[in-house]
């Protein structure tokens, strides 16, 4: 018995190597992790080969250096979720946990502590007693985000005043048009000119 209570305590000492096998693709190491797909379905290694985190079929692969893999930048990774059909951008940590949740019909991977998203905002402006509904303008911005998620700045309004559809043809998010060129400054295009601003 003795014996068998000093096996059990040692067996999690021992330690053995995970083993990740049947993968399709393995990206380069980006933020001291790299993105390995299996089927539908992506994860990230350590430099030690650990799974940090699991393969899941949420993370958005980005086009990075003549391919297309899901990266991590400033501690934060792509993902999507599909309410009533419409797919929403966020963000998980390198422990999986989803720290910004999907909320913007598109987003971009974050640079220098930022990134750019576009939001759709709701406003009630009175109430159909016919159908017995509120009437709604939804305006849809793009804005600079910070890495908790919050818009710290807005850039531009794009001309869509209708709620978001699931319809297929209307599944595509809509195209982030501006550029992130630094921490502090960003080049917006509107009227097909480019302005650049200072980040607030």
């Not at 985190?53 to 297309?68: A, H, K, Q, Y």
């Not at 911005?141 to 297929?168: C, M, R, W």
Request: neutral net charge; proline residues 5%; without cysteine.
């Amino acid at each position: 018995m003795k014996k068998l209570m000093i096996t059990i305590m040692l067996f999690p000492l021992l330690g053995f190597t995970q083993i990740i096998e049947n993968v399709d693709y393995i990206s380069p190491f980006n933020n001291e992790v790299a993105a390995v797909k299996k089927g539908d379905k992506w994860a990230f290694i350590d430099k030690e080969g650990q799974i940090v985190v699991e393969f899941r079929d949420d993370l958005v692969p980005s086009d990075n250096d003549n391919s297309t893999y899901p990266v991590f930048n400033n501690e934060r990774s792509l993902i999507t979720a599909e309410k009533n059909g419409i797919p929403y951008f966020g963000y998980i940590d390198k422990s999986g946990k989803t720290v910004i949740k999907p909320e913007f019909l598109n987003a971009t991977n974050f640079k220098d502590g930022v990134a750019l998203a576009i939001v759709v905002e709701k406003e009630i402006v009175g109430y159909n007693d016919i159908f017995n509904k509120p009437v709604a303008y939804y305006h849809y911005f793009e804005v600079v985000i910070d890495t908790a998620g919050k818009a710290t700045q807005y850039l531009t309004q794009l001309a869509i005043h209708v709620a978001p559809s699931n319809k297929k043809n209307q599944q595509v998010p809509p195209i982030i048009t501006s550029k992130l060129l630094s921490n502090n400054t960003v080049a917006v295009k509107e009227n097909n000119k480019w302005t650049i601003k200072k980040i607030n």
